[in-house]
Nanobody, 112 residues
Framework: QVQIVESGGGPVQPGGSLRLSCAVF????????MAWYRQAPGKQRELVAV???????NYADAVKGRFTISRDNAKNTVSLQMNSLKYEDAAVYYC??????WGKGTLVTVSS
């Protein structure tokens, strides 16, 4: 059974940084692309960043240059380093596996 555990969310001031982590259990992690999505109140869930099996990455335009996705296949983890956070980055962030398993999300709030 696949389990996904996200961590690292919390309150941050505009301009600050957070690092989200996602640990995956119960599947061959290295076989799959991994992604982070987010959903702000009243908005649709949107793709934030993807990292594929060969460590290639893609980002939503809104986060390019500020967010960095990375993976550690030895630890079955994927991370999202978020810098220069803006009010509009506030959302629940979800980790998703390439075989369509989702975590429960971790909340990021941005306020002064």
């Amino acid at each position: 059974q696949v389990q996904i555990v996200e961590s690292g969310g919390g309150p941050v001031q505009p301009g600050g940084s957070l690092r989200l982590s996602c640990a995956v259990f119960g599947m061959i992690f290295s076989f799959y692309d991994m992604a982070w999505y987010r959903q702000a109140p009243g908005k649709q869930r949107e793709l934030v960043a993807v990292i594929n099996r060969t460590y290639g990455t893609n980002y939503a335009d809104a986060v390019k240059g500020r967010f960095t996705i990375s993976r550690d296949n030895a630890k079955n983890t994927v991370s999202l380093q978020m810098n220069s956070l803006k009010y509009e980055d506030a959302a629940v962030y979800y980790c998703m596996t390439g075989n369509d398993y989702w975590g429960k999300g971790t909340l990021v709030t941005v306020s002064s």
